[in-house]
Nanobody, 127 residues
Framework: QLQLVESGGGLVQPGGSLRLSCAASGFTLDYYAIGWFRQAPGKEREGVSCIGRSGGASHYADSVKGRFTISRDNAKNTVFLQMNSLKPEDTAVYYC????????????????????WGQGTQVTVSS
C-alpha cells in the first residue's frame, strides 16, 4: 500500500517561504511521478507542481512558476516543495499524491491522474 505523509505547512507572512515535505512509506518514491496539489475553501483541488519518475522533468502551474520549486531526496524517500514569495492566494491545504503508473513520459497536473493521496498540510499566508 502506497502511503504519503505531508508536513511543513504553517502560517507565514506574505513574501515569506515554506518548504513542504512529502514522505513515502512502503514504496520507493523515485519509481513514481509525484504531484503537489492544493485546495482552498470553496474551490476545486488544483495541480501546483509535479516531478517525473527517476529524474524526470518537473512542471508548474502558471500561478507558481518562478516561486515554487519541486525536488526529490531519494536518500530520504521524500519529495519537497520549496515555496518562496508566498502570496495570500497561496493559502490552501496542500496535498501530494502518486501519478498513475500507466501514464508514461511527462508528469501531468490533473488531479484525476493521481491516487494514494496524503492527508494534507495547511498553508496560510497572512499578515
Amino acid at each position: 500500500q502506497l502511503q504519503l505523509v505531508e508536513s511543513g505547512g504553517g502560517l507565514v507572512q506574505p513574501g515569506g517561504s515554506l518548504r513542504l515535505s512529502c514522505a513515502a512509506s512502503g514504496f520507493t518514491l523515485d519509481y513514481y511521478a509525484i504531484g503537489w496539489f492544493r485546495q482552498a475553501p470553496g474551490k476545486e483541488r488544483e495541480g501546483v507542481s509535479c516531478i517525473g519518475r527517476s529524474g524526470g522533468a518537473s512542471h508548474y502551474a502558471d500561478s507558481v512558476k518562478g516561486r515554487f520549486t519541486i525536488s526529490r531526496d531519494n536518500a530520504k524517500n521524500t519529495v519537497f516543495l520549496q515555496m518562496n514569495s508566498l502570496k495570500p492566494e497561496d493559502t490552501a491545504v496542500y496535498y501530494c499524491a502518486v501519478q498513475d503508473r500507466r501514464i508514461f513520459g511527462l508528469c501531468v497536473l490533473g488531479p484525476p491522474n493521481y491516487d494514494s493521496w496524503g492527508q494534507g498540510t495547511q498553508v496560510t499566508v497572512s499578515s
